[in-house]
């Protein structure tokens, strides 16, 4: 049954998401349920950026939390999607808008939309709104007598640094106790292997049915149950993250999308607050030092940056997150690169999953959340791989990473080459929660030239139904889109609205 007493240990955007989603799960089951976060205020964070997917608004508007108010407090900024700069060559560019446009095209579940585009040697963003909205720095708003309204049906994400996000949302956490303390040892019973109690620093005993870990790559509960690390290394090819700032000329239009910069041993992060940009060199340290990684960074930006730390990437996932009666969430159960924004995504994602779980328990409760957490990050990895699969032979890294294509990523690649990927090609996640399917897929494919249009061409001609009604919406939503972008605001003079502005 449902448990009594929650404590989530560690605070920042997975703790106190941990929070939030667990106790309102309880409340609307009619669980009572008492919810406690132990965050310690001598834990800082660096705070150098990070992107979501749209789950994250999905989120807010789930517990009716003005977004409004959240862009303002936390000086967080849109985001359309990932420019990918110098990836599959130098000097060449392309986008992953996260919209769908094959949710509104009355096509069914096909990929009809991307096989017009590909048949045709055009992007596969051209149907999308938000690859108009990013093309022109535009918001996703557009300003109606003084109302500003929605141009479009999508969620889109955001960026933010997570410590003031994290802030935001024990701001708006609802009956939640809150310690604020650290944990100094673990009490387990030593018969059922289950946590009984944790001791804290300053002495008091916290006692919980449930206990969520989210305390970073401390792991420091689920460690103690026993948990083993499932190293990434012989697939992902970069180690090291060097993150840094700068800071946003004034005046300059702030671009709504993450920029992910390939560089000559890895790539560059570059996420926009509304103060500065976050940005890090996530490299291989088997190809340079980090006092070469700075200057190869610093050559590319031509100006120096200020480092603020040196990260060990141990990039991998826990073999199981729920042991007992504790779960890892957040960084405590997995860290992968950020190329793709999959950490507060993965989160919410196996949070809605487990509410879902404690609120019809069973025996094979805790085995299909492993399961589905395992799964959810492996297919992340094999994603953020796709990436690297690049015509670059031009530093001793990118001729490395070619040879050490996995063998299973070049055998989906060969399928994809055939055939354009659709819907049918990914195995829908439990309770079909939000997943990297073919709608993520397709645009990387396609900036990488991986995709065949005389495939494509084949697939339609074997039904010209759906290639003449494929083309007809391509069209339309590529024409309705570029007029949706002119009307949109400019991220910026959208940003600077927030405090007199109202959106439904």
């Not at 989210?214 to 420091?220: A, L, P, V």
């Not at 480092?307 to 997995?334: E, H, M, P």
Request: one cysteine or more.
């Amino acid at each position: 049954m449902w448990p009594a007493r929650i404590l989530v240990v560690g605070g920042g955007t997975a703790g106190w998401l941990a929070a939030m989603m667990l106790g309102d799960a309880a409340r609307r089951a009619g669980r009572p349920c008492a919810v406690t976060v132990i965050e310690s205020s001598k834990i800082g964070t660096i705070g150098v950026g990070e992107g979501t997917t749209a789950v994250f608004r999905q989120m807010l508007k789930h517990f009716d939390l003005d977004e409004m108010e959240f862009l303002a407090a936390t000086g967080a900024t849109i985001k359309f999607g990932i420019r990918h700069k110098d990836w599959r060559r130098k000097g060449h560019s392309y986008d992953g808008p996260i919209d769908d446009p094959h949710q509104v095209a009355g096509l069914g579940a096909t990929n009809a939309l991307d096989l017009y585009a590909v048949s045709q040697g055009e992007s596969v963003g051209q149907p999308h709104l938000f690859q108009h909205l990013l093309n022109k720095s535009r918001s996703p708003f557009a300003r109606i007598g003084e109302r500003l309204v929605p141009v479009g049906p999508y969620h889109h994400a955001y960026h933010f640094d997570q410590a003031l996000a994290g802030k935001w949302l024990r701001s708006k956490a609802r009956a939640i106790d809150i310690i604020d303390d650290q944990v100094a040892s673990v009490n387990i019973n030593s018969e059922t292997g289950n946590i009984i109690s944790l001791t804290l620093e300053s002495g008091q005993v916290v006692e919980a049915d449930l206990f969520i870990d989210c305390t970073g790559f401390r792991r420091r509960l689920i460690t103690e149950m026993g948990a083993k690390w499932q190293h990434y290394g012989s697939v992902l090819p970069v180690n090291r993250a060097m993150p840094f700032w700068l800071d946003i000329p004034e005046g300059e239009e702030i671009a709504p999308c993450t920029l992910a910069w390939a560089q000559g041993s890895g790539w560059m992060w570059k996420i926009p607050t509304q103060e500065r940009y976050g940005c890090g060199y996530v490299y291989s340290d088997a190809h340079l030092t980090p006092d070469q990684a700075k200057d190869e960074i610093e050559a590319s930006l031509g100006h120096p940056i200020h480092v603020r730390n040196d990260i060990k990437i141990d990039a991998g996932r826990l073999d199981r997150q729920w042991i007992g009666n504790c779960i890892a969430l957040g960084l405590s159960s997995s860290f992968l690169e950020p190329l793709e924004a999959t950490s507060i995504h993965g989160t919410v994602v196996q949070l809605m999953l487990l509410s879902t779980l404690l609120d019809n328990p069973n025996d094979r409760s805790c085995s299909a959340f492993n399961v589905a957490c395992s799964r959810q990050v492996d297919n992340f990895r094999d994603f953020i791989r796709l990436h690297y699969v690049s015509e670059r032979r031009d530093t001793p890294f990118w001729r490395d990473v070619a040879d050490a294509t996995p063998d299973d990523l070049k055998h989906r690649l060969t399928r994809w080459a055939a055939k354009v990927p659709g819907p049918e090609d990914f195995a829908p996640f439990p309770m079909n929660l939000p997943h990297v399917g073919h709608h993520l897929h397709v645009p990387v494919l396609d900036g990488l030239g991986l995709l065949s249009p005389a495939s494509a061409k084949a697939a339609l001609a074997a039904n010209p139904k759906l290639r003449a009604n494929a083309r007809r919406m391509s069209h339309a939503l590529t024409t309705e889109y570029r007029q949706a972008a002119g009307r949109a605001l400019g991220h910026r003079e959208f940003l600077t609205s927030l405090q007199t502005e109202t959106v439904p």
